[in-house]
């Protein structure tokens, strides 16, 4: 890809994120749960209501993770924090090297970032690559990173 079929190829997939966000927390609510748990050993992601009864769950697959304290990103697939089965299930992002021409996709430690912002758009080329339904910004401690899961297929709990 050239710099501005890149450009117009982040706008694009930014755009697809957004209308998947927004999906997602209107049918499953999830910008209104009260916590989540997610366990890497299965790549089960819950989300639980106000009665810290378990409301939601949803099959994701590790993008990577941001660290604001030092502004960089990992990708989950280079990550040997990050369960084995999880690291082959996002290996499929490596792809985006060869698809757009962006060296960043092939990365395996960890590099700099401009912001958050930065974070959301390797995100969102995720998100569109792998066909998921949107992702989950799971927040961490103050000096903790930041992890990103596409999320794969959501349910209600009943």
């Not at 609510?29 to 050993?41: D, K, V, Y």
């Not at 910004?137 to 596409?150: N, Q």
Request: one cysteine or more; glycine letters at 6%; proline letters at 4%.
């Amino acid at each position: 890809m050239t710099d501005h079929e890149f450009e117009a190829f982040l706008a694009q997939v930014m755009d697809e994120l957004s209308m998947k966000q927004t999906e997602l927390s209107r049918v499953y609510g999830l910008g209104e749960m009260a916590r989540w748990w997610f366990e890497q050993s299965t790549g089960v992601l819950q989300f639980f209501d106000s009665h810290d009864r378990l409301a939601v769950v949803a099959d994701v697959v590790s993008i990577g993770s941001y660290s604001g304290k030092f502004s960089t990103w990992k990708w989950a697939w280079s990550n040997p924090s990050v369960d084995p089965a999880l690291r082959e299930a996002a290996l499929p992002l490596k792809q985006l090297q060869a698809i757009t021409g962006v060296d960043l996709f092939g990365d395996d430690e960890a590099f700099a970032i401009q912001d958050e912002s930065m974070a959301w758009e390797l995100t969102a080329a995720a998100v569109h690559h792998l066909q998921a339904q949107g992702c989950y910004r799971g927040p961490s401690g103050p000096d903790g990173p930041t992890t990103f899961l596409a999320i794969t297929s959501i349910r209600t709990v009943q």
